[in-house]
């Protein structure tokens, strides 16, 4: 067996945000089937009985599916190394757990009484499940799991399906433990949710899309309890929250407020006039991309404060006469102290900076007006429309009057 493709299969599951690992021969991982569930419910449970159960139901060209008594599935492969008989070795890897559904607070209340278990751990336990990953749709989930076993171990597997209404030895006796007094059961999956949270938001003030869109995906993974029995209303709470989130990533990123406070409010305009899921679902990662784009054009992180001063005041007053001498005096510095600080921190000389600003924004205004050009020119910081098109050809390769021309045919 090529033991690359047993790592493969592992990667491939865990990028669909499904736990999957090797066990260890002694199966000293097995804990991790409910996420140490048990483990941190009762003072002295093992996982003994499932252990066996493993040993004695899992067969190669076989995929276990164990659904227990918390309604968790999970799913055991074996595969046996057979490059030599005097080497003969096997290996057993666990998928899951997955849910199905999401249980209900009801559902939970019900399990609850059924082991016995506390009143005070209600809120906890529905926390714990909604960082168990529900498949979107779990017939594809299996379909694709067996297809891809099948292709990777080059056998033909087959699902062997348990649960702990048929086969109560899955699980060892619960009257042989004693409970926790403070099982903290959450809290590894309110952890994980918080680091990944974490990771998220450094992306993003980096502005790191590949990175942000990575964990945005696996955060979407942590369901949080429903607010509302409106589910449209609890998904847009959900955006609201990330759409603070990103603001104040973006801020770490060094980006001026007044660029932050122009999208975010852009961003919550739309939330408040979305009327469906998919809708949502597009404007959220619209938003991760816009908030790594405003850190990747308007991060000034590296730069002195003098510049950052000069930068600023461009961004936002560029149709004003503004010079190198301007800036010079505003700052308290000499002019060739300015314009030798500006080319060694940003690359190009501040004239050259002034003159971008204002030529980006003439693009938006041909683009989204009916302004004649000379007023483009004017609203642009150009009185001299002679000026204004030499500049606007030299940046664009076109003059402005062939770039309408352009739009409309476009």
Same mark, same amino acid.
């Given at each position: 067996?090529?033991?690359?493709?047993?790592?493969?299969?592992?990667?491939?599951?865990?990028?669909?945000?499904?736990?999957?690992?090797?066990?260890?021969?002694?199966?000293?991982?097995?804990?991790?089937?409910?996420?140490?569930?048990?483990?941190?419910?009762?003072?002295?449970?093992?996982?003994?009985?499932?252990?066996?159960?493993?040993?004695?139901?899992?067969?190669?060209?076989?995929?276990?599916?164990?659904?227990?008594?918390?309604?968790?599935?999970?799913?055991?492969?074996?595969?046996?190394?057979?490059?030599?008989?005097?080497?003969?070795?096997?290996?057993?890897?666990?998928?899951?757990?997955?849910?199905?559904?999401?249980?209900?607070?009801?559902?939970?209340?019900?399990?609850?009484?059924?082991?016995?278990?506390?009143?005070?751990?209600?809120?906890?336990?529905?926390?714990?499940?909604?960082?168990?990953?529900?498949?979107?749709?779990?017939?594809?989930?299996?379909?694709?799991?067996?297809?891809?076993?099948?292709?990777?171990?080059?056998?033909?597997?087959?699902?062997?399906?348990?649960?702990?209404?048929?086969?109560?030895?899955?699980?060892?006796?619960?009257?042989?433990?004693?409970?926790?007094?403070?099982?903290?059961? =959450? !809290? +590894?999956?309110?952890?994980? %949710?918080?680091?990944? $949270?974490?990771?998220? /938001? &450094?992306?993003?003030?980096?502005?790191?899309?590949?990175?942000?869109?990575?964990?945005?995906?696996?955060?979407?993974?942590?369901?949080?309890?429903?607010?509302?029995?409106?589910?449209?209303?609890?998904?847009?709470?959900?955006?609201?929250?990330?759409?603070?989130?990103?603001?104040?990533?973006?801020?770490?990123?060094?980006?001026?407020?007044?660029?932050?406070?122009?999208?975010?409010?852009?961003? =919550? !305009? +739309?939330?408040?006039?979305? %009327?469906?899921?998919? $809708?949502?679902?597009? /404007? &959220?990662?619209?938003?991760?991309?816009?908030?790594?784009?405003?850190?990747?054009?308007?991060?000034?992180?590296?730069?002195?404060?003098?510049?950052?001063?000069?930068?600023?005041?461009?961004?936002?007053?560029?149709?004003?006469?503004?010079?190198?001498?301007?800036?010079?005096?505003?700052?308290?510095?000499?002019?060739?102290?300015?314009?030798?600080?500006?080319?060694?921190?940003?690359?190009?000389?501040?004239?050259?900076?002034?003159?971008?600003?204002?030529?980006?924004?003439?693009?938006? /205004?041909?683009?989204?007006?009916?302004?004649?050009?000379?007023?483009?020119?004017?609203?642009?910081?150009?009185?001299?429309?002679?000026?204004?098109?030499?500049?606007?050809?030299?940046?664009?390769?076109?003059?402005?009057?062939?770039?309408?021309?352009?739009?409309?045919?476009?």
């Amino acid at each position: 067996m090529n033991l690359d493709n047993l790592d493969l299969f592992v990667h491939i599951m865990q990028a669909q945000n499904v736990p999957c690992y090797r066990l260890e021969t002694d199966f000293s991982n097995l804990y991790q089937v409910d996420l140490a569930l048990r483990g941190r419910l009762y003072t002295n449970y093992n996982y003994q009985s499932l252990h066996d159960f493993i040993i004695s139901h899992c067969h190669d060209s076989e995929i276990l599916r164990i659904k227990d008594d918390f309604n968790l599935v999970n799913y055991f492969i074996l595969i046996e190394d057979t490059k030599s008989e005097s080497d003969k070795q096997n290996f057993y890897i666990s998928v899951g757990p997955v849910l199905e559904t999401l249980p209900t607070p009801d559902q939970i209340h019900q399990l609850m009484i059924r082991r016995t278990l506390p009143e005070k751990i209600l809120q906890d336990l529905q926390t714990y499940y909604c960082n168990i990953t529900i498949p979107p749709d779990f017939n594809v989930f299996e379909s694709t799991l067996i297809n891809i076993a099948c292709h990777l171990f080059s056998r033909d597997f087959k699902f062997q399906i348990y649960s702990d209404s048929r086969d109560p030895s899955i699980e060892s006796v619960i009257g042989h433990s004693q409970l926790n007094e403070n099982p903290f059961i =959450a !809290i +590894q999956s309110i952890e994980e %949710r918080y680091e990944t $949270e974490e990771n998220l /938001l &450094e992306a993003i003030a980096a502005g790191d899309h590949a990175r942000a869109i990575l964990y945005h995906g696996k955060s979407r993974n942590f369901k949080i309890m429903p607010r509302s029995e409106n589910t449209l209303v609890n998904r847009k709470n959900l955006v609201i929250v990330l759409n603070t989130l990103c603001r104040k990533a973006v801020q770490k990123g060094h980006v001026h407020p007044m660029y932050i406070d122009e999208l975010s409010t852009r961003f =919550a !305009i +739309q939330i408040n006039q979305i %009327r469906s899921l998919k $809708e949502l679902d597009t /404007l &959220e990662s619209d938003m991760i991309h816009k908030y790594c784009l405003l850190v990747y054009n308007h991060s000034m992180k590296n730069y002195s404060q003098i510049v950052q001063q000069c930068i600023t005041y461009t961004d936002f007053h560029y149709a004003e006469p503004l010079t190198l001498a301007f800036f010079a005096e505003r700052c308290h510095v000499t002019k060739s102290y300015l314009s030798s600080l500006f080319k060694k921190e940003t690359g190009r000389n501040l004239t050259d900076y002034i003159h971008s600003v204002r030529i980006s924004h003439s693009l938006f /205004l041909l683009n989204s007006t009916q302004m004649p050009i000379h007023i483009v020119a004017v609203n642009c910081g150009y009185n001299d429309i002679n000026y204004f098109i030499k500049l606007f050809k030299r940046l664009n390769g076109i003059s402005p009057k062939q770039y309408r021309i352009q739009l409309r045919n476009n």
